[in-house]
């Protein structure tokens, strides 16, 4: 009766000590192009059971992440679906858990992000072979930030990067039907060179104007500057209208 009271001990303790951790994000993956590393992850968890779930992001040069002590912090308090970077506003957690709205693609000729998906962007300062992690922060309190969970929170090859200048990626075709409501002749052809282009900078989503091809330009926060996004947006809009 002793050993089995002991036992049953034992795995309560081993279940307190998993309650600790917040959950782990999963499927962590990086790409490079145009001076850029793009981590795109799942969150820990999706709609209502994520929301009060941030993410922060670290970065090593010098091999696989097994602690946090041994990277850089390059981003930190990721909101949770913040792929959801295009799309009707306000930008507030009840437009987050819409599933419908539309998430950010992370190259040209890409699609979007599945929903419930978190990304983050670094901008190349050199040639280097790196390797990145999301640990899960409970703003709660209710558990501590989660365990390094290689493959899953964490990579295990490393992506190329490479200094280069940094391009905008088209989100949605002005040729698309959905950006021609209200204006038939708003598309983007041959002619549209010369026209004007409208520029519209926000800290995070935004309206972009309802016409033309829709580029978005992503370009990382430094910690500790905000606390709002991964990225900068800037909306790019173009049309062959005026």
Same mark, same amino acid.
């Given at each position: 009766?002793?050993?089995v009271?002991?036992? $049953? ?5 081993n279940?307190?000590? %998993? ?30 059971? #994520? ?53 950010v ?15 983050? +962007? ?5 040639? %280097?072979?790196?390797y ?6 409970? $703003? ?16 295990? +090859?490393? +992506?190329? %990067? ?11 075709? #002005? ?21 004007? $282009?409208? $520029? ?21 926060? %430094?910690?500790?500057v ?17």
């Amino acid at each position: 009766m002793k050993s089995v009271l002991i036992a $049953l001990a034992l795995v309560f303790a081993n279940m307190t000590v %998993e309650a600790q951790n917040a959950p782990s994000v999963t499927g962590i993956q990086a790409i490079q192009h145009d001076g850029q590393t793009f981590i795109t992850w799942t969150d820990a968890a999706p709609g209502i059971y #994520g929301v009060n779930y941030r993410y922060d992001i670290y970065r090593s040069a010098n091999g696989p992440i097994t602690n946090t002590g041994s990277a850089s912090l390059v981003q930190m308090s990721v909101y949770n679906n913040s792929a959801q970077l295009i799309g009707p506003k306000p930008y507030i957690q009840l437009t987050r858990l819409d599933s419908v709205l539309p998430t950010v693609k992370t190259q040209n000729g890409g699609t979007p992000l599945p929903v419930w998906s978190g990304v983050a +962007v670094y901008t190349n300062l050199a040639a %280097e072979n790196a390797y990145y992690a999301v640990i899960t922060h409970d $703003l709660t309190g209710a558990t501590a930030d989660s365990q390094i969970v290689p493959g899953d929170n964490a990579m295990v +090859v490393p +992506v190329s %990067e490479s200094v280069g200048n940094v391009k905008p990626i088209l989100q949605i075709p #002005g040729t698309a039907a959905l950006r021609m409501i209200g204006c038939s002749n708003c598309y983007v052809t041959s002619a549209s060179i010369g026209q004007p $282009l409208w $520029l519209k900078l926000h800290p995070s989503g935004g309206i972009a104007s309802p016409w033309g091809d829709d580029w978005v330009v992503l370009g990382q926060f %430094e910690h500790g500057v905000s606390r709002w996004d991964a990225v900068n947006v800037l909306h790019l809009s173009r049309s062959h209208w005026h």
